[in-house]
């Protein structure tokens, strides 16, 4: 059984940083995907970041510059660095994985199988 467990969210002034961690349990396949989700009140959940296992990242063109996404195989632990976060980063966020189909998978933003449940991150201004 896959489970995925964040940690690291919390409550910052707007330009603050905050870094997200993913562990990730059970999942013994070698070719992955692994991302960020994002979901603020009354609006859907939105990719934020991805990361696949060949190392290729993508993120959100709001995102851009400002966030980066890492993983430590060793500890099978994905990261999001977070950096100039602004009140519109609100949201709470998971991490997920799911097994790699094809690029356009894995990076175009579709909702992976297996989730987290989830850290709030509250940015003030």
């Known amino acids: 059984q896959v489970q995925l467990v964040e940690s690291g969210g919390g409550s910052v002034q707007s330009g603050g940083s905050l870094r997200l961690s993913c562990a990730v349990f059970g999942y013994t396949y070698s070719s992955y995907c692994m991302g960020w989700f994002r979901q603020a009140p009354g609006k859907e959940r939105e990719g934020v970041a991805a990361i696949d296992s060949d190392g290729s990242t993508s993120y959100a063109d709001s995102v851009k510059g400002r966030f980066t996404i890492s993983q430590d195989n060793a500890k099978n632990t994905m990261y999001l660095q977070m950096n100039s976060l602004k009140p519109e980063d609100t949201a709470m966020y998971y991490c997920?994985?799911?097994?790699?189909?094809?690029?356009?998978?894995?990076?175009?933003?579709?909702?992976?199988?297996?989730w987290g449940q989830g850290t709030q991150v509250t940015v003030s201004s």
């Open positions: 997920a994985a799911d097994y790699y189909y094809s690029n356009g998978y894995c990076h175009g933003g579709v909702e992976y199988n297996y």
